[in-house]
């Protein structure tokens, strides 16, 4: 039960656009389409951004996109906005009823 | 909107154990998984432990397993976590979540636990 791997960090200006990584290995990410992403202001709970991969929840702004090619899946923001700015943490069904967190990218809107 | 109240969390000396209690309201409870995350201080949320609609199914996480022990009373609208041989790498916020469709869609605030050497 490793972490998914994430990058520490991204940045991006207002109206800019930022992708965020998530490897993971041929038994969660590679394997099942069952990738969510949440955004985590601290002191704050977390929210459901994208599930399934590529599925937004009612109520999540369409700048928020999400993919996935083999064991990597992404979450793309675009037009940056000051309260995008936040941790982000991917998820994925690892098998066994198992689940794993990713290690989690805190993004700075500069 | 989901609703989720987790309570329980203490200070507590390594060795020792505690129960976490999470109140569901707003939805039907008795039919969703429902799921607890932590995450220590200053580190990123790991997957704790996971329980079907019925208590029919459970499953853990490598580092509570043999330790923690999650239930439901859906009668209560009420999600528990018994922790025991409590370490001092268990310290964390531990929230309580709802699962819909292989994704959490609903955490609670969260309650702290601390675990003293």
């Known amino acids: 039960q490793s972490a998914l791997t994430q990058p520490p960090s991204a940045s991006g200006s207002p109206g800019q656009s930022v992708t965020i990584s998530c490897t993971g290995t041929g038994s969660d990410v590679g394997t099942y389409d069952l990738v969510s992403w949440y955004q985590h202001h601290p002191g704050r709970a977390p929210k459901l951004m994208i599930y399934?991969?590529?599925k937004r929840p009612a109520g999540v702004p369409d700048r928020f996109s999400g993919s996935k090619s083999g064991n990597t899946a992404s979450l793309a923001v675009s037009g940056l906005q000051a309260e995008d700015e936040a941790d982000y943490y991917c998820?994925?069904?690892?098998?066994?009823?198992?689940?794993?967190f990713g290690t989690g990218t805190k993004v700075t809107v500069l | 909107e989901v609703q989720l109240v987790e309570s329980g969390g203490d200070l507590v000396q390594a060795g020792g154990s505690l129960r976490l209690s999470c109140a569901a309201s707003?939805?039907?409870?008795?039919?969703?998984?429902m799921q607890w995350v932590r995450q220590a201080p200053g580190k990123g949320l790991v997957w704790v432990s996971r329980?079907?609609?019925?208590?029919?199914?459970?499953s853990y996480a490598d580092s509570v397993k043999g330790r923690f022990t999650i239930s439901r009373d859906n009668a209560k609208n009420t999600l528990y976590l018994q922790m025991s041989s409590l370490r001092v790498e268990d310290t964390a916020v531990y929230y309580c979540?709802?699962?819909?469709?292989?994704?959490?869609?609903?955490w609670g605030q969260g309650t702290t636990v601390t675990v003293s050497s």
């Open positions: 707003r939805f039907n409870f008795g039919i969703y998984w």
């Open positions: 998820s994925s069904y690892a098998g066994s009823d198992n689940f794993v």
């Open positions: 979540t709802r699962e819909n469709s292989y994704a959490l869609d609903g």
């Open positions: 399934e991969v590529t």
């Open positions: 329980m079907n609609s019925d208590g029919g199914s459970i």
